[in-house]
């Protein structure tokens, strides 16, 4: 059986993309890609100020507190933060814990720093003070506080 000629030159007929023309256009999208990331790096560096002061004003206070309910106090500036996750030395018998799953972070990498009792916090001696050193740990301006 003999195949017609038209029959072949339809498979003869070049399909798909050659090599170079697909590397020139993933170069394409690389390029955009670098520059819309570039772009919103610039819109996303404010969320990590909000992220950080939404985790000092709110997100510790139901574990803080629940600690508070269980040991009479919040935990020492000594113990730190630390007390939510292990109990404390000496203090294991009324804890119930852990009251939360790890140590956070702020968003730059760095631990988030805690006093009590507070010195800055309105509620005084009664309250806490829970803060990020920023963006620049070396700039007090930068700090972002539950005050």
Sequence with gaps: ?????????????RKGFTLLEMLIVFGLIALIGSLAIGALSGIFGGSQEAAARQFVTSSLNAPLEQFRIHMGDY?????????????????????????????????????????????????????????????????????????
């Design 75 to 147: 935990p020492s500036t000594e113990e730190g933060i630390e007390a939510l996750l292990r109990a404390p030395s000496g203090r294991e018998g009324r804890w119930r814990g852990p009251y939360i799953r790890e140590i956070p972070l702020d968003p730059w990498g760095r631990p988030y720093q805690y006093r009590f009792p507070g010195t800055r916090n309105p509620l005084g001696a009664r309250g806490f003070d829970l803060w990020s050193k920023g963006p620049n740990p070396n700039d007090e301006s930068g700090i972002i506080g539950n005050w």
């Design 1 to 13: 059986m003999q195949m017609s000629p038209s029959r072949n030159s339809r498979f003869s007929s």
